[in-house]
């Protein structure tokens, strides 16, 4: 029996990633970073209808706005407001003008309503990325650097903790998480080779982590002590994140990318049973 549910078996995704759930919407959004565009999987009225925007640039993700329509999203030039039909963008801070083989990868928002957001170099040879926050002013600092492939942030269940990883090196880091910003960074998981490389990460509202693997061809979930408690396989090698979605908060969908592998379910979005519940995603309160 297959542990997966495809979804579109007629659609790909060169690079899928930034996958989101919007209880406002009833629908998942991801993005096809490589393809430059804004895919959003209905789930209430129209369930099944997949929708589609080219932006015109890289985007690595998209936050809902907690007070007004549209998102912030992550484009390659840094943080914008995005709305849609038609797309419109309005710039609001580009961190890394001196850096222009730098994109931005991945992002989250934690229960004060700020953006925690990654940027990496183009193919990650360099520790060029670094983790910024975009405070609800929407004025924006950078919190910490060295990254090769700023990945996944993910805020545990309780708003204790910040997870973040650098892809390149197999680590998944933690961070205290409060008001005023972030503690010491602590490491969390070391990612055996065999596991793949950490991509992206949600948490579940019993304090666990789930973490999509890149190499990995698969998604898994570790304890709030850091150990590998399940695995679930999936038949693409290239996993890149991982989200709750629904009115119970209990599927879960996962991105992959085509982007380098010849494998026919590559870059597929696909719906698993995590056979628990997950956590709404927080939205951007500025």
Do not use: K
Not at 7 to 15: G, K, N, S, T
Not at 49 to 57: F, K, L, N, S
Not at 73 to 101: K, M, N, Q, W
Not at 131 to 140: E, F, G, I, K
């Amino acid at each position: 029996m297959d542990t997966y549910r495809l979804i579109a078996r007629d659609r790909r995704d060169l690079l899928g990633e930034g996958v989101t759930w919007s209880e406002r919407d009833r629908a998942v959004y991801w993005v096809d970073i490589l393809g430059h565009r804004l895919n959003r999987l209905n789930l209430g009225a129209g369930a099944g209808a997949i929708d589609e925007w080219p932006i015109g640039e890289m985007i690595g993700w998209v936050i809902e706005r907690a007070d007004r329509p549209g998102f912030i999203a992550g484009l390659r030039t840094g943080f914008v407001s995005l709305s849609l039909d038609p797309v419109t963008i309005t710039p609001i801070a580009a961190p890394e003008p001196h850096l222009p083989e730098n994109r931005m990868n991945d992002a989250a928002a934690d229960p004060w309503g700020r953006i925690w957001a990654g940027t990496m170099h183009m193919t990650g040879a360099r520790a060029d990325g670094a983790l910024y926050r975009l405070d609800t002013d929407l004025t924006w600092s950078r919190a910490d650097a060295g990254y090769h492939i700023a990945n996944g942030p993910a805020i545990s269940a309780d708003g204790a903790w910040l997870y973040h990883t650098d892809s390149a090196l197999g680590v998944v880091y933690r961070f205290a998480l409060s008001p005023e910003g972030l503690g010491p960074r602590e490491t969390f998981i070391t990612f055996p080779e065999d596991w793949g490389s950490p991509d992206g990460m949600c948490a579940d509202a019993d304090g666990g982590l789930w973490i999509a693997h890149w190499g990995g061809g698969c998604v898994s979930r570790f304890g709030p002590d850091g150990v590998r408690e399940r695995s679930i396989a999936l038949p693409a090698s290239q996993i890149t994140r991982c989200c709750f979605a629904g009115d119970g908060l209990d599927r879960m969908f996962v991105t992959s990318a085509a982007d380098g592998v010849d494998e026919p379910l590559a870059g597929a979005l696909f719906e698993i049973d995590p056979g628990c519940r997950g956590i709404a995603p927080r939205s951007f309160a500025g």
